[in-house]
RNA sequence: CGGGGCGUGGCUCAGCCCGGUAGAGCGCUCGGUUCGGGACCGAGAGGUCGGAAGUUCAAAUCUUCUCGCCCCGACCA
C-alpha cells in the first residue's frame, strides 16, 4: 500500500484526552477517531489490525469446532424479560425510546432461544457456537480509549452440552483455544478465577493482562500458582479466635473515637479485636455486617453470599434510624431495631471483641459475637491483601492490576432453565442444556498489544497482527536513483507474498519519515537512501530491537521474508 | 450519580483574574532552497472563542443556564 494513496492522519503532538500509552498511540497512529464518549470509529490502520485480530480467533474457534453465527444486535426486550435479566443488567443495558427493543450487551438469551427451538435431543449436542459482533453496554464512564467503551467487538462463543461432563469438556476446549489466541496475537498474559457477577453460574476464569491501566486487581503466587481476581481471592490468614476470659460485655465511652484506627491509638486495642460494623443493603434490605479491625469487606464476595443483585453501603441518615448512631459507634448489642446479621469468616466465634455501643460516643468491649450478638451466618468477605499468605500454598501473595481480556464462565442452567430450552436424555427424561458462555474483547486484545509493547516512540507490532507486516521508507522519493529501487523492493515484497506500507511521500524530510515510521511501528522498516544504495545495499531496520542490518540490494525479499517469520514466532 | 478540570483555526495551547481591533507554535496551500532522525526562507488560507440568555456603550473575558469531553470516586459480563 502506497501512503500517498491511503488514509493514516498521523498526529505529532499527544491528543490531550488520552491518558494511557495505547489510547494516545492509537489517536497518533491514525488507528482511531473519537465520536463521542465511549465510541470510537476505527479508521483504515486500526481496522485492518481488528481484522487480523478476528482472523486469529476464527481460526481458533473453528478449530475448536465452533460454527459461527452472526446473531442481531437489536433484540425485543420481551426475550430478556425471560431471565429478569432486564433488571439484572440495569441502566448499563441501552433501551430504545421508541421501540420495546434493547441493544445486546452480550448475547446468552438469543443463543438459547435458538437453542431451545432447535436443539431437542442429547444426541443434538454438545455444540459451540460463537460469534464476532457489536456490542452495546451504557458504561457509566468510559475511559481509557477503546478499553472501555460503549460500543465494542466481542467475540462470544456458547456452548451446549447434555452433561456437566460434557460442558467441562467445551469449557477445557474454549481455555485452550484463548490461551493460543493471545499467544498467536503476542500478548503475554495470565489466567485467574473469578466471580461471575451478573452472569451467574458455577465456575469462571478470566484472562488478564498485567497493566497500570488495568481496572482489576488480582491476587497471586507465581511459585504455588494460585491466581484469583481479587473479586474472589481468599488467603490462610489467622482467625481471630477465642481468648481464654470470657468476661460480661462492658460499655465504655470513647468520645473521640470515629474509626477503627482511633480505638487502636487511643486504647491500645489489638486491631484484629476490633470488630468493624457496616450496615449495607442488599436488594433493598438491610444487612449489619461484622469484619475484623480494618479489614475491608469485598462487595462483590458480599453479593455472592446474599445472592443479591446489587449491594450498597447505607447513606447516614438510614443508619441512624437502623441502628441508633452514626457509623463509628455501630456494634451488635442494644440495636435499634431488629437487622439481619452476618460476620466475616475471620471472627467466627470470636470474643473480646470490641464494637460500637449504637450510641455516639460510646463501644462495648469484652463482646462475644456468639453471646451477644445475632450473627445468621460467617461468610468470607474480606479482601485480600498484598503479602497475606495463599490459600493453596501459604505463600506470600502479589497483588497487580490487570486488564481483563476474556472471560469463560461454565454457566450451568441458569439460562436454559429459566428459557425453557430442553433436551431429552437416552432415557426419555426431560433436562435443560447445559451452557458456557465464553467472551474476549476484541479491541482490548489491541489496546492490551499496544501497552504491552510500545516504547518512547511509538507502538512495537507483533507480525502477527500488524497493520503491514512491512514497512519501506524511500528517502527523497523523488530521486530517481530511490525511486527505482524503493518501486522494486515495493514490488517484489508485495509479491513474496509480505504486506508493505510503502512511504513514497515526495519532498518530506527524513527525520520526519523516520518518526512517522516508528509511530506505525511495522516490525521491519527497509530504508532506501542513497547513503547506501550507492554500495548496492539497503538498511534493513528492525523496529523492536533497533537492530540494523545492511541488506545487498537483491537480498532484501528473502532478508524481510526471514526476519517477519522469525520476528512473528510465538511459543503455543 | 458525587468531586475536580477543560471547551479559543486541523493539533498543542496563550489571552479570561483586571471587558475595548482574536494570538503563537505545529499542520495546511503556493513559490524557492534543503534532503539519513519531526529542515529553512518568503507569501497565503483558515476561528459564529461549545451553545443560549443576561449585564454593559462594548463580552473570548463578568453572571446564569445548558451541552460536550477528560480525570478521581461510585458503578462495571
Same mark, same amino acid.
Given at each position: ?19 494511557? %500509552?495505547?489510547? #494516545? ?8 477517531? *473519537? ?30 469446532? &465452533? ?59 454438545? #455444540? ?35 452433561? %456437566? ?5 467445551? +469449557? ?13 496475537? &503476542?500478548?503475554? @498474559? ?24 488495568? /481496572? ?22 489467622? %482467625? $481471630? ?9 462492658? =460499655? ?23 470488630? =468493624? ?18 479489614? #475491608?469487606?469485598?462487595?462483590? =464476595? ?21 441502628? &441508633? ?27 473480646? !471483641? ?9 463501644? +462495648? ?30 505463600? %506470600? ?11 469463560? @464462565? ?8 429459566? !428459557? ?37 516512540? &511509538? ?8 497493520? @503491514? ?6 528517502? =527523497? ?6 525511486? /527505482? ?16 506500507? @510503502? ?18 511501528? !511495522? ?14 545495499? $539497503? ?22 521474508? #526471514?526476519?517477519?517469520?522469525? *520476528? ?5
Amino acid at each position: 500500500m502506497r501512503l500517498t494513496q491511503y488514509f493514516i492522519p498521523t498526529l505529532k503532538e499527544i491528543p490531550a484526552d488520552a491518558v494511557i %500509552p495505547s489510547h #494516545q498511540l492509537m489517536l497518533r497512529a491514525g488507528m482511531i477517531r *473519537l465520536l463521542g464518549a465511549g465510541i470510537y470509529s476505527f479508521l483504515p490502520l486500526g481496522y485492518r489490525v481488528l481484522k487480523k485480530v478476528e482472523t486469529i480467533i476464527r481460526e481458533e474457534m473453528d478449530a475448536i469446532g &465452533g460454527m459461527e453465527f452472526h446473531l442481531p444486535a437489536l433484540n425485543p426486550k420481551d426475550v430478556w424479560e425471560e431471565t429478569g435479566r432486564v433488571e439484572a443488567f440495569g441502566d448499563t443495558m441501552f433501551h430504545l425510546k421508541n421501540r420495546e427493543l434493547v441493544l445486546a450487551p452480550t448475547h446468552e438469551e438469543i443463543i438459547t432461544s435458538i437453542a431451545r427451538s432447535f436443539v431437542r435431543s442429547y444426541r443434538d449436542m454438545p #455444540q459451540i457456537w460463537y460469534q464476532i459482533q457489536t456490542k452495546f453496554r451504557n458504561e457509566p464512564r468510559p475511559k481509557s480509549g477503546v478499553i472501555r467503551s460503549r460500543q465494542f467487538t466481542m467475540k462470544d462463543a456458547y456452548s451446549l452440552d447434555n452433561s %456437566p461432563e460434557g460442558l467441562d469438556a467445551s +469449557y477445557d476446549k474454549h481455555v485452550e483455544a484463548y490461551k493460543r489466541i493471545y499467544s498467536r496475537c &503476542g500478548l503475554k @498474559f495470565f489466567i485467574v478465577g473469578a466471580s461471575s457477577g451478573a452472569m451467574g453460574g458455577s465456575g469462571s476464569q478470566e484472562f488478564m493482562v498485567e497493566s497500570d491501566a488495568g /481496572e482489576d486487581l488480582c491476587a497471586f503466587n507465581m511459585e504455588t500458582g494460585y491466581a484469583a481476581n481479587i473479586e474472589i481471592a481468599s488467603s490462610k490468614i489467622e %482467625p $481471630v479466635g477465642r481468648l481464654d476470659e470470657n468476661p460480661d460485655a462492658e =460499655k465504655f465511652a470513647t468520645p473521640d473515637a470515629r474509626t477503627i484506627d482511633d480505638l487502636i491509638e487511643q486504647f491500645s486495642i489489638p486491631d484484629e479485636r476490633c470488630a =468493624k460494623s457496616l450496615v449495607y443493603f442488599a436488594d433493598g434490605e438491610p444487612y449489619l455486617i461484622f469484619m475484623a479491625g480494618n479489614d #475491608q469487606l469485598n462487595e462483590e =464476595k458480599l453479593k455472592t453470599a446474599l445472592g443479591a443483585i446489587e449491594v450498597r453501603p447505607a447513606h447516614d441518615e438510614e443508619l441512624a434510624g437502623i441502628t &441508633g448512631a452514626d457509623s463509628g459507634s455501630i456494634g451488635p448489642i442494644n440495636l435499634k431495631s431488629k437487622i439481619k446479621q452476618i460476620a466475616d469468616v475471620r471472627i467466627q466465634n470470636a470474643n473480646g !471483641m470490641v464494637s460500637g455501643a449504637n450510641e455516639n460516643g460510646f463501644h +462495648y468491649k469484652n463482646i462475644d459475637l456468639d453471646r451477644d450478638a445475632d450473627i445468621s451466618a460467617y461468610h468470607d468477605l474480606r479482601t485480600v491483601l498484598e503479602g497475606e499468605p495463599d490459600p493453596v500454598g501459604g505463600k %506470600p501473595l502479589s497483588v497487580k492490576k490487570a486488564i481483563e481480556v476474556g472471560h469463560v @464462565f461454565k454457566l450451568g442452567t441458569k439460562y436454559s432453565d429459566s !428459557m425453557k430450552a430442553l433436551f431429552l436424555d437416552d432415557k426419555g427424561e426431560e433436562h435443560p442444556i447445559i451452557m458456557g458462555s465464553y467472551g474476549i474483547g476484541v479491541e482490548r486484545i489491541v489496546a492490551c498489544h499496544i501497552e504491552q509493547r510500545h516504547d518512547k516512540d &511509538g507502538i512495537m507490532w507483533h507480525p502477527s497482527i500488524a497493520p @503491514f507486516q512491512i514497512q519501506i521508507t524511500a528517502l =527523497k522519493y523523488e530521486s530517481d536513483v530511490t525511486r /527505482e529501487h524503493a518501486d522494486r523492493f515495493y514490488n517484489e515484497l508485495t509479491e513474496a507474498g509480505l504486506e508493505v506500507l @510503502f512511504d513514497d511521500r515526495e519532498g518530506v524530510s527524513p527525520g520526519f519519515k523516520f518518526k512517522d515510521a516508528d509511530l506505525l511501528g !511495522m516490525p521491519v522498516n527497509v530504508i532506501v537512501g542513497e547513503k547506501h544504495l550507492k554500495d548496492g545495499n $539497503v538498511e534493513i531496520k528492525i523496529r523492536e530491537t533497533g537492530e540494523r542490518k545492511i541488506t545487498p540490494i537483491d537480498d532484501v525479499a528473502a532478508v524481510c521474508k #526471514q526476519l517477519v517469520d522469525e *520476528l512473528g514466532k510465538v511459543e503455543l
